[in-house]
């Protein structure tokens, strides 16, 4: 037993001196870490998210699970990407994902807001309701009620346009809504 404390200790005294000399371990620094337009934009997850492998690589490049709130069943799924098509079109195709129990127009109670951050125009969509989900999409699609989909289309003109979406159960969305706003609020243009 003594002898699995002091290689420990050393594991750890070797992992203290590698982080003080050069810097956190490429792997957990990068965890955290949206690079876009070819590293002229920068943003930064939440640490409490995890980066999972994109399920749509080429029209997804970065994801991340944020962890269910109490009671929900699946986390909650942030994507990143660019957004071809126009940033009315890309809002409309959204509010089309969703309808309303009581037959309301979604359009009616979605939220939408646009700021500016780091010289770039952030529109925002924030969407309740029941979730059409396409059949492609994980889990194999169909109706999810009680979501809710949080979403920035970043405008940094020559740079391109990209989105950031949080997605998923109503409580899980709300659990991370600050965590979402403060890592568009932290977005940095070179």
């Not at 979604?106 to 969509?125: F, I, N, S």
């Not at 740079?159 to 409580?171: A, T």
């Not at 709300?174 to 070179?190: P, Q, S, V, W």
Request: aromatic residues 6%; contains cysteine; neutral net charge.
């Amino acid at each position: 037993m003594n002898r699995h404390l002091v290689l420990l200790g050393l594991v750890a005294t070797s992992l203290l001196l590698l982080e003080a000399c050069c810097g956190a371990p490429a792997a957990l620094a990068d965890d955290t870490a949206v690079s876009l337009a070819d590293g002229k934009l920068s943003l930064t997850a939440p640490a409490g998210w995890t980066k999972k492998e994109p399920k749509f690589a080429g029209i997804v490049m970065f994801e991340f699970a944020a962890p269910a709130a109490e009671g929900d069943q699946t986390d909650g799924r942030v994507t990143v990407g660019p957004a071809g098509g126009g940033i009315e079109a890309n809002q409309q195709r959204w509010l089309g994902q969703f309808v309303q129990p009581d037959g309301s127009k979604t359009e009616d109670h979605a939220v939408r807001q646009e700021k500016k951050v780091a010289g770039c125009t952030v529109h925002l969509l924030d969407i309740s309701g029941t979730y059409m989900a396409p059949r492609f999409a994980p889990g194999g699609g169909g109706k999810l009620p009680d979501q809710r989909l949080r979403v920035a289309v970043i405008d940094a003109g020559e740079r391109g346009i990209y989105y950031i979406r949080l997605s998923g159960p109503q409580k899980t969305v709300a659990k991370h809504a600050a965590d979402f706003d403060k890592m568009i609020d932290g977005l940095t243009a070179k």
